[in-house]
T-cell receptor
Framework: GAVVSQHPSWVICKSGTSVKIECRSL??????MFWYRQFPKQSLMLMAT?????????EQGVEKDKFLINHASLTLSTLTVTSAHPEDSSFYIC?????????FGPGTRLTVL | QKEVEQNSGPLSVPEGAIASLNCTYS??????FFWYRQYSGKSPELIMS????GDKEDGRFTAQLNKASQYVSLLIRDSQPSDSATYLC???????????FGRGTSLIVHP
């Protein structure tokens, strides 16, 4: 199957700082990438859908000014958590889609102190 | 409200038994159905996809789809301790190409 990478795999930051997470499709071009968040013992919650070269589409309740998404190329999307707070601590997972299915990245564990 | 429902479990089965995981969804328009396995602290990995009514088998896994009753299930034969994980059902509700995930069912296979 296709490979999707995320970097970093984990990050610890102080409250008020910004954190950038990268998502790359390594062996295929992904016109669409998705960003999910998963709290402990909860399901994946879609945050936004990102299409290359256009603005991301955010799900209801997700603040677009807090979670900045950039999809500058067919193989790279970034999520920046701005002014992070402890309640933003979560497992952030990206996925990249081809014509038939989504391929998930390994996830990024964010801890905000 | 469009939803994908799963029993959170845990479902506990002995090694070698058949594990049966169920999922119901809220609308009749859905066309694509997926089962993912997620180990603790890891991201989901796709096990099976199914698009037509009936059974689809892949090794020890069988997905069953009944669109009229709006449920999809996953059977795991000869369960192994390594199958212990959370199993997520995903459905393209409303025909959207973006799947909606259920909360997942925790499976424990004990030796």
């Amino acid at each position: 199957g296709a490979v999707v990478s995320q970097h970093p795999s984990w990050v610890i930051c102080k409250s008020g700082t910004s954190v950038k997470i990268e998502c790359r499709s390594l062996d295929f071009q992904a016109t669409t990438m998705f960003w999910y968040r998963q709290f402990p013992k909860q399901s994946l919650m879609l945050m936004a859908t990102s299409n290359e070269g256009s603005k991301a589409t955010y799900e209801q309740g997700v603040e677009k000014d807090k979670f900045l998404i950039n999809h500058a190329s067919l193989t790279l999307s970034t999520l920046t958590v701005t002014s992070a707070h402890p309640e933003d601590s979560s497992f952030y997972i990206c996925s990249a889609a081809d014509d038939s299915q989504q391929f998930f990245g390994p996830g990024t564990r964010l801890t905000v102190l | 409200q469009k939803e994908v429902e799963q029993n959170s479990g845990p479902l506990s089965v002995p090694e070698g038994a058949i594990a049966s995981l169920n999922c119901t969804y809220s609308d009749r328009v859905s066309q694509s159905f997926f089962w993912y396995r997620q180990y603790s602290g890891k991201s989901p990995e796709l096990i099976m996809s199914i698009y037509s009514n009936g059974d689809k088998e892949d090794g020890r896994f069988t997905a069953q789809l009944n669109k009229a009753s709006q449920y999809v299930s996953l059977l795991i034969r000869d369960s192994q301790p390594s199958d212990s994980a959370t199993y997520l059902c995903a459905v393209d509700l409303g025909g959207s190409y973006i799947p909606t995930f259920g909360r997942g069912t925790s499976l424990i296979v004990h030796p």
